[in-house]
């Protein structure tokens, strides 16, 4: 069962009406999305972000491209800024830029890609052609993705920031069994931004990454943020518990969100979708009340139940 059966079963089952791709509401009206501190610059980001993995690799032709033209806008109208993409992701890059650049997005966009081959040479060749394709000259942030070469290209990336070229630069990884060298890096480069898996499924971060980040003063952007759809196989046929409504949460989606982004390290999630009614929902998780310690201990027992 892929997200979108999911959610329409759950939200179904709540008696909650699914957003549909074709109708889209209006954000929230009279409140702002939940910001978070970059704790080397202060600059706010909304805690609530947009992957790009699978959802953006897509060919040029109109048809393809018009549901994530249509998740963009959305994304920004709801609040959103940072958009997550990678060299990795296909033609994930391309299409983002080019979507930014057609809706006139591109001011409103906190952009991040990675790079994510071997050498210094190689390393600034593809870092050149991600500024290029996402038409972002200076990048917000670039990342070593999964910590690959990262002595070198950190060192070209101190470079870049130095000269105007990234405004910020991070390393990251996907697997819980990676975070120990996360942590070795970063206590040994100076890093703006840490990328990891962390989900209410994928909790090994809390032990040691995030507290970590917090005390060094460093944002933390948490992919994978449903476990690549896992926590949605596992909840397909379980209602949203009463107690949701306590944190504004009207879906599961946004529960599983708000424990993401409730966690005080966690600077901004990144969910990645190609529709746009899933959009909506993530977003909504970044507004009204967040879960205390005692609401977030009652979404770990009831996904784990």
């Not at 130095?162 to 480069?189: C, K, L, N, P, W």
């Not at 999630?269 to 909504?284: C, F, K, L, R």
Request: include cysteine; charge should be positive.
């Amino acid at each position: 069962m892929n997200r979108r059966d999911a959610l329409r079963l759950i939200t179904s089952t709540m008696g909650i009406v699914a957003y549909s791709s074709h109708a889209v509401p209006s954000a929230p009206a009279g409140n702002a999305i939940l910001k978070r501190p970059i704790p080397s610059s202060n600059e706010m980001l909304p805690v609530v972000g947009l992957g790009t993995w699978q959802t953006f690799d897509v060919g040029s032709g109109s048809a393809e491209r018009a549901p994530l033209q249509k998740v963009l806008q959305t994304f920004i109208d709801h609040g959103g800024s940072v958009i997550d993409s990678s060299p990795m992701y296909g033609r994930s890059e391309d299409v983002a830029g080019d979507l930014a650049s057609q809706l006139g997005l591109r001011p409103k966009l906190f952009v991040a890609t990675k790079v994510w081959t071997h050498g210094k040479s190689a390393g600034v060749k593809q870092m050149q052609e991600s500024l290029r394709k996402l038409r972002a000259n200076p990048i917000d942030l670039i990342q070593v993705h999964n910590l690959i070469d990262v002595d070198t290209h950190l060192d070209t990336l101190r470079e870049w920031k130095r000269d105007g070229r990234v405004r910020y630069i991070g390393i990251t990884h996907y697997t819980a069994s990676a975070q120990d060298d996360v942590i070795r890096v970063a206590q040994t480069h100076p890093v703006d931004f840490i990328q990891i898996n962390y989900s209410v499924g994928e909790r090994e971060a809390e032990k040691r990454l995030l507290p970590f980040a917090k005390d060094k003063g460093i944002a933390v952007i948490a992919n994978r943020p449903f476990a690549s759809g896992e926590l949605f196989r596992r909840l397909r046929n379980k209602p949203l518990p009463a107690w949701a409504g306590e944190i504004d949460c009207h879906s599961w989606a946004q529960l599983l969100l708000k424990y993401v982004i409730s966690h005080p390290a966690i600077t901004c999630a990144i969910p990645a979708t190609s529709n746009p009614g899933h959009v909506v929902d993530n977003m909504q998780a970044g507004f009204g009340r967040m879960p205390d310690a005692r609401l977030r201990n009652m979404i770990v027992a009831e996904v784990s139940a």
